[in-house]
């Protein structure tokens, strides 16, 4: 028997983070009109992954473009506050730890990272590439829909479209370390498969680097 289920306002997503077969971190996405809050933490028991608690909030335009990005940020011993506000083609980040911006420019189509997820979530067909900003430095993000596939979760069997993403930088501009988990994304070397329900929500996702893997699995919805 398959699960129907859809993304509501203010519908709490819970996931494990596993690697190596062991988990690494909880992960809690909130998705609603125009919004997605991303929250991931644990205890760092770990060595592969360090203490974790990091807060990623995005206010999205009609479009689904992003307007404001902000992080909170908690990390081994990295406390910090930044935020992004976007004002196509431009963009400033201003920044807790330095009390300075970082005005930078950027493409009339440019998103975050969890913009781009939530773009990929609500579009049954997306398009073959977007444009990613990385903190001042962009990125192309190419998409390939595969087969539709049938995969067991702990919320049920579920119908998905599978999309496989690949990166590609189009600059070499100097950009600052933010964060860990939208760091290790942004990197040419790693291929990203995300399975997504026929009604929007993220069931699943594999990030894999050589020979190195990471999966996100959903495990409850609130």
């Known amino acids: 028997m ?34 997605i809050e991303v929250r991931v933490q644990n205890q760092g028991r770990l060595s592969i992954f360090p203490h974790l608690n990091n807060i990623y909030c995005v206010q999205m335009n009609e479009m689904s473009l992003p307007t404001s990005y902000q992080r909170i940020i908690h990390q081994g011993e990295l406390r910090d506050s930044v ?25 009339n189509n440019s998103r975050d990272f969890f913009s781009f997820l939530y773009t990929l979530c609500e579009n049954p067909s ?28 702990e919320v049920g ?15 070499d501009q100097e ?15 790693i291929k990203v498969t995300i399975w997504i329900s026929d009604n929007g929500v993220p069931l699943k996702a594999h990030l894999k680097k050589n020979f190195i893997g990471m999966n996100w699995e959903i495990i409850g919805i609130d």
């Not at 971190?25 to 919004?35: E, F, K, N, Q, S």
């Not at 073959?128 to 539709?148: C, P």
Request: positive net charge; glycine residues 2%.
């Open 126 to 153: 997306p398009s073959n590439s977007y444009i990613l900003d990385e903190d001042g430095r962009q990125w192309r993000a190419y998409v390939r829909a595969k087969e539709r596939q049938r995969i067991h979760t």
């Open 175 to 189: 950009h600052p370390y933010v964060d860990m988990l939208t760091h290790n994304f942004f990197d040419e070397d």
């Open 83 to 107: 935020q992004t506000i976007y004002n196509h083609p431009k963009a400033v980040m201003y920044r807790q730890s330095t009390g300075q911006s970082l005005k930078y420019k950027i493409s």
């Open 2 to 35: 398959l699960l129907a289920i859809s993304v509501l306002p203010a519908q709490k997503l819970n996931y494990k983070v596993s690697s190596m077969s062991l988990k690494v971190a909880d992960l809690v996405i909130d998705m609603g009109p125009r919004t």
């Open 157 to 171: 069997n579920i119908y998905a479209r599978c999309l496989e993403i690949q990166l590609e930088p189009l600059n």
